[in-house]
């Protein structure tokens, strides 16, 4: 179970962005992205921290046949926290994984990004 | 949006392990240890990976007000991934997720551990 975990730390996200604050339109983003970048995703959960008032962040997964990718947004910060992990059994999906979060990164459009990976397994 | 994102990843597990193949086991261990830790769970998902015979491979996420616990169990390999990630917004969560990390690792019982660690924000 050797893989890949890529995290992306953003700064100076707009807070009114859908995608910070609306578990749907997040949804949809993580769904569409994972599908682009040719991983499998098996199921997902999003999580509203407080009324639907556009103001409250929001923490989502998306479990994948390769892994996970977990998306965490601070709207009263402008931060959102990106991991996507993905186990590389039965072939190599480093360049998927990069090219998730590559989209993931673009949709939110950060002023600073931070990026780390691990090896693991 | 600082904090601490802790993995490891155990080899040796007994693939015969509850644990390892079973949703709802693995859910209840999940949310003790997150409890036992002083972490505030908010929302779980836990997804086998094939039928319900005792060799099928999970993947499950509790999400946390600090942020969230993810496993991934192989039991044909005798593997499992852990991720605990903290934020540290409102306080400083690392001897909490360095807790629910050793008390999972230690409900799986592996014979070798490899631990690493980011800070991130």
Same mark, same amino acid.
């Given at each position: 179970m050797q893989g890949l975990h890529l995290t992306a730390d953003l700064r100076g996200? &707009? #807070? #009114?962005?859908a995608l910070m604050t609306d578990p749907d339109r997040l949804a949809q983003a993580c769904r569409d992205a994972v599908r682009t970048s040719g991983l499998s995703g098996v199921a997902e959960l999003m999580h509203r921290?407080?009324? #639907? &008032?556009?103001?409250s962040g929001i923490t989502g997964v998306v479990l994948l046949a390769e892994s996970h990718l977990a998306v965490h947004t601070w709207p009263e910060l402008g931060s959102v926290t990106l991991d996507v992990y993905v186990c590389n059994?039965?072939? &190599?999906?480093s360049r998927k994984a990069r090219q998730l979060l590559d989209t993931l990164i673009t949709a939110f459009g950060p002023t600073e990004v931070s990026r780390q990976h691990l090896l693991r397994g």
């Open positions: 996200v &707009d #807070a #009114a962005l921290f407080g009324p #639907a &008032d556009g103001q059994y039965g072939g &190599d999906n």
